[in-house]
């Protein structure tokens, strides 16, 4: 569990994508410290779908960024973007309380000088 080697196999099993990212977070001269963001991205994975953290993972590789908590932040994005864009409700349309008629906004001219 503790082995950053063992953590890039995990990262393998979820998609190319994640096992290059687990590789570049584990990589360096002190990849040991890093082994709780690794752990993290597994739960992820585990939490929110392998696509989802695949999809992230490629995402951040692109733009050359590793760390976990903006993969996180990423995922948690699609899946706001996802509810929001869910099953519409219907809209029920406003009261017409303070509607006013189409003659209200008609221009009046008024006179000028002496009646």
């Known amino acids: 569990m503790r082995s950053c080697t063992y953590q890039i196999e995990q990262a393998r099993s979820?998609?190319?994508a994640c096992h290059k990212f687990m590789k570049e977070l584990l990589s360096g001269d002190f990849p040991w410290a890093r082994l709780r963001?690794?752990?993290k991205l597994l739960r992820l994975a585990q939490r929110y779908g392998r696509q989802r953290v695949e999809e992230a993972c490629q995402?951040?590789?692109d733009f050359d960024l590793i760390d976990v908590t903006r993969v996180e932040r990423m995922v948690l994005q699609v899946l706001a973007h996802e509810e929001k864009s869910?099953?519409?409700q219907i809209s029920l349309p406003l009261s017409a309380r303070f509607?006013?008629?189409a003659s209200y906004f008609t221009r009046k001219e008024k006179t000028h000088g002496n009646p």
Request: charged fraction near 25%; proline fraction near 13%; avoid cysteine.
């Open 86 to 88: 869910g099953p519409r």
């Open 14 to 16: 979820l998609g190319e």
């Open 37 to 39: 963001q690794a752990q």
């Open 59 to 61: 995402r951040a590789l």
């Open 99 to 101: 509607q006013r008629p």
